[in-house]
């Protein structure tokens, strides 16, 4: 699978962002895609997640209300809309992917990744 990341940049707290990912190659109709990310000295954290079959979706708790991930199965292309942005969301930030659903990008984890995009919020 091969996973293209756009967006990112620098803003204010409070600000907003949206990250893109187009995705191709995927072996099966069933897959999890989603974002993680990782600050500096930080272990990588699993931010939301959408599921192929249903569109159910996952967030972590630092982004419930804040955070909303989209996407368009048909065309391959999804997206994470960042509202109220807080400078702890600072951090490199992976479109990534895997086979069977978010279980394993819920925790961090992922079998395949997009190039990361760096978020950074100011405060």
């Known amino acids: 699978v091969q996973l293209q990341a756009s967006g990112g940049g620098l803003v204010q707290a409070g600000g907003s962002l949206r990250l893109s990912c187009a995705a191709s190659?995927?072996?099966?109709?069933?897959?999890?895609i989603g974002w993680v990310r990782q600050a500096p000295r930080k272990e990588r954290e699993g931010v939301a997640c959408?599921?192929?079959?249903?569109?159910?979706?996952w967030y972590a708790d630092s982004v419930k209300g804040r955070f909303t991930i989209s996407g368009d199965v048909a065309k391959n292309m999804f997206a994470l809309q960042m509202n109220s942005l807080k400078p702890e969301d600072t951090a490199v930030y992976y479109c990534?992917?895997?086979?069977?659903?978010?279980?394993?990008?819920?925790?961090?984890?992922?079998?395949?990744w997009g190039q990361g995009t760096q978020v950074t919020v100011s405060s």
């Open positions: 959408q599921s192929s079959g249903d569109g159910w979706t």
């Open positions: 190659g995927f072996t099966s109709a069933y897959y999890g």
């Open positions: 990534a992917t895997e086979i069977g659903g978010c279980a394993d990008l819920n925790r961090g984890a992922a079998g395949s």
